[in-house]
């Protein structure tokens, strides 16, 4: 029997239509434009302003589209796993309440949170549970809504994320597509530099924790600049290496995006023509777990059987990492 991939055989998205733009946000925090889009390349981000939604809301419309479009039953998904940093509730774990949302009455589901590389990490998750043979379809689900934890008078994070989300379908493949190879990795220095101090068990929720903004994303973005730069660069020139990979040989760079300069800064690394480069951070902003679904649910025409793509990912944790996978379908 021949060996078992891991591919992606199709994919989802979903952002809300409630468009943040620039000029806005300038009447809400002391920021302009030119400073935003200089500084990051975003322009606008969606945010989704319904008080009663939470994230499940946008990972089960991620989920339907990839399920409507590729005319997958739910009921044949073995596991579903939500890549998240803002679950619904801290205890009762969204995955469950999406999968039986769906009709995924026969899988198992869990969340999985590594902050921005929740993603890549359950990529590979998915992909492990289909190469051993002990499951053919496993759904896995990008979806952050990071407006629930960001600081909209906090001109220093609330100009960078966006709420959305993206799925992809892990299938068995006997071609040798799909999830080739992997670098992970993770650094508990970056504890410090990008994090919610309280409503954890270090720091339980009260009164006070709440008067103080704890509940807000914090982030020393110069230090985690540095090291998204150096570490994703790094990653991903060595994942490339170890496959015996040229520039010329990758088709596509899926990177997670959270300021346009990283992006650029690893590609110049991986010596990528500009035009091989994936990137709608303009449009959603950073949505976390939801930017490398949303990418292959933005540029999926592209996309031909046998490509290489490059994905790559950085961070809070620090976390971060880098896949090899070979596309297996041609869009229809
Ligand atoms: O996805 C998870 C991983 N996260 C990342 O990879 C994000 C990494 N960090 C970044 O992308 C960038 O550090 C930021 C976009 C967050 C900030 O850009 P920066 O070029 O590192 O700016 P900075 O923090 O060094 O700030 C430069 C100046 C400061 O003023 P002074 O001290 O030079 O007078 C800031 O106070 O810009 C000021 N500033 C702003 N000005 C206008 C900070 N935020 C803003 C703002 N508008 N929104």
């Known amino acids: 029997m021949s060996k078992i991939t891991a591919a992606i055989t199709a994919v989802g998205g979903y952002v809300p239509d409630f468009v943040l733009s620039n000029k806005v946000l300038e009447t809400m925090v002391d920021t302009n434009d030119e400073w935003i889009t200089s500084r990051t390349g975003i322009k606008e981000r969606r945010i989704l302003k319904d008080k009663d939604k939470g994230t499940s809301f946008l990972a089960i419309k991620a989920a339907e589209d990839l399920l409507q479009k590729s005319g997958t039953n739910p009921a044949e998904i073995d596991m579903v796993l939500l890549a998240t940093t803002t679950p619904d509730m801290p205890v009762a774990a969204t995955a469950v309440y999406v999968a039986s949302k769906i009709g995924a009455v026969n899988a198992f589901a869990y969340d999985l949170q590594a902050a921005c590389s929740s993603f890549l990490y359950g990529m590979s998750t998915a992909a ?78 009260s009164h006070e924790t709440v008067d103080n903004r704890q509940h807000y994303v914090f982030q020393d973005g110069k230090t985690v600049f540095k090291y998204a730069v150096s570490n994703m660069a790094d990653i991903s020139d060595k994942i490339m290496q170890k496959n015996n990979l040229t520039h010329d040989d990758v088709n596509y760079l899926i990177s997670h995006q959270a300021n346009r300069r990283i992006i650029d800064a690893t590609a110049s690394r991986m010596k990528l023509d500009e035009a091989k480069v994936l990137v709608n951070i303009e449009k959603y902003g950073n949505t976390t777990s939801a930017t490398l679904p949303l990418l292959l649910y933005d540029f999926e025409h592209l996309f031909k059987k046998g490509d290489n793509l490059i994905f790559a990912s950085f961070g809070g944790g620090f976390t971060w990492g880098s896949i090899y996978l070979k596309w297996a379908y041609d869009k229809k």
């Open 128 to 205: 492990a549970y289909i190469q051993s043979g002990r499951y053919k379809k496993i759904l896995v689900i990008g979806a952050d809504k990071m407006s629930s934890i960001i600081d909209y008078t906090d001109r220093a994070t609330c100009i960078i994320f966006g709420d959305g989300a993206g799925a992809a379908l892990f299938e068995p493949n006997h071609e040798g597509l799909g999830l080739q190879d992997e670098i992970l990795r993770s650094d508990g220095i970056g504890r410090e530099y990008l994090k919610i101090d309280a409503g954890g068990s270090l720091l339980p929720a």
